[in-house]
């Protein structure tokens, strides 16, 4: 299923004229704030507020505020920060924004920053951060080797890069840069571009698009009441008209890892067999990584973020990466017997993961069974976020009732998709054809 990736930048204005005396620039720093927060940044909060209260956990977003920030709303504007917490916990990620990340080039310092960063959101807002930092761009092979040796698993960058490579930088080991789409940016905060044009956009995007990450900042709202008005109608057109979802960053950066974990365990079994030796063992592993395999891709596409928090706490794709690809090491173990149970000891960990993310699959199944009595609005609303592998999988073992209203009530384009996948599914083609029957009736009533 195609993603969108909301993050919020949040900044406050400040007057660098030399002319100034201090307290002047400190009382118009008040009043210029004050004044703004008014007129525009808590409408966002408000609208972001609303949102969340009609959608639920649907709509997911992410918000950058550095500690400076924080600490002058705090101080000159504590309703600001009585609004943020009063934004939905299940909908809203709050990313690492140090405050002078470029001059950060001690790793001691860095990792005391990010630490104060911490406690400080959490004091604060009563929220805990994600381990993804946010950066404006200014990036340098100082502040990536620091980074590099942090707990900060990747980062979210204004610029392109080629290849998660960063000029200057060593190869990147441990983080990994999720890019702004600056393009569809642009078309978004544009005014003359309505919102059929920016579903159209986003729509049109080549097929081997997965994940849409757009960064706007609170000062962008400054002055265009349009661009008010586009992101209070934005969530619901974009999830009845399209087949994306919304997801914070730190479940876009679950995904992309997810996706990863995958595609390593997928080529375990051909790194085994290039070691050159072959025997009961090594025959039962392959075999077993490539059934991992296909559960964590299984896994994937139903809750994208769910696998990546079980298996992240035993960093188990980093312990297959040294084991597996570390030819070297591995040549140097004394025989085949011993590979086997140096790999094998990682694997049953992953498999005692995947069963924990299978438990939850199972639970999802049942997290829409009160929808018999809910408003068909709302039904509509509800699954037109979902893809239809999703879809399927949690309405297959209910009844044939709760099935049909679900179907009748779900975009167009995501039932062609369920007919499509349908083939392993308890769902048969005469139930699809009703809701087909049922959807074609309600659009001719429309038109």
């Known amino acids: 299923m195609r993603s969108i990736c909301l993050n919020f930048e949040i900044n406050h204005i400040q007057c660098n004229n030399s002319e100034l005396s201090d307290n002047e620039k400190r009382l118009f720093n008040e009043d210029i704030n004050r004044e703004i927060i008014k007129k525009y940044y808590s409408k966002i909060n408000d609208i972001l507020i609303k949102i969340s209260s009609e959608f639920g956990s649907l709509f997911k977003y992410s918000i950058s ?10 101080t000159y504007n504590p309703s600001f920060i009585d609004s943020l917490k009063q934004l939905n916990k299940l909908s809203v990620s709050y990313l690492h924004t140090l405050s002078s990340l470029s001059a950060i080039t001690n790793s001691n310092k860095l990792t005391n920053e990010i630490t104060d960063y911490q406690i400080y959101i959490r004091s604060l807002l009563n929220k805990e951060c994600t381990n993804i ?26 610029k392109s890069f080629d290849n998660n490579k960063v000029l200057l930088s060593d190869e990147i080991h441990n983080i990994k840069l999720l890019q702004n789409d600056s393009g569809f940016l642009t078309s978004f905060i544009d005014s003359n571009n309505d919102l059929d044009s920016i579903i159209n956009i986003l729509n049109n995007k ?37 087949n994306y979802a919304f997801i914070s960053l730190e479940d876009a950066f679950n995904y992309s890892e997810a996706k990863y ?23 039962q592993l392959i075999i077993e990584c490539e059934n991992v395999a296909n559960e964590v891709y299984r896994c994937r596409t ?26 070297q090491e591995i040549k140097e173990l004394e025989s085949p017997a011993i590979i086997i149970d140096y ?14 993310c299978n438990e939850g699959n199972d639970s ?18 509800l699954f037109s976020g979902f893809d239809a592998q ?8 209910q009844s044939a009732e709760l099935k049909d209203r679900v179907l009748s009530n779900i975009p167009y384009k995501i039932l062609d998709e369920v007919e499509s996948i349908m083939s392993d599914s308890k769902i048969s083609k005469i139930e699809i054809r009703n809701a087909r029957r049922r959807i074609l009736t309600k659009l001719k009533k429309i038109n």
């Open 206 to 242: 080549p097929d081997d698009t997965e994940i849409v990450n757009i960064n706007i900042n609170y000062s962008d709202f400054i002055d265009n009441e349009v661009l008010l008005s586009k992101l209070k109608e934005f969530p619901e057109k974009l999830m009845s008209e399209s």
């Open 364 to 381: 999802y199944k049942t997290r829409f069974a009160d929808i018999e009595n809910m408003p068909k609005l709302k039904v509509k609303k």
């Open 261 to 283: 974990i995958a595609a390593s365990i997928d080529s375990i079994a051909d790194n085994i067999l290039s070691i050159n030796y072959e025997n009961e063992y090594s025959k």
């Open 133 to 158: 930092l946010y950066d404006s761009g200014l990036l340098n092979k100082e502040l990536l080797n620091s980074i590099n040796k942090s707990d900060i698993s990747a980062i979210l960058v204004n």
């Open 343 to 356: 790999v094998l000891s990682d694997y049953n960990r992953l498999v005692s993961s995947l069963d924990i």
């Open 65 to 74: 505020i550095s500690k400076d920030s924080l600490g002058f709303y705090n």
């Open 302 to 327: 139903i809750e994208k973020s769910y696998l990546w928090r079980q298996i992240s706490s035993i960093n188990i794709y980093r312990n297959f990466e040294t084991d597996i690809y570390a030819n």
């Open 390 to 397: 999703t879809i399927l999988y949690s309405i297959e073992n």
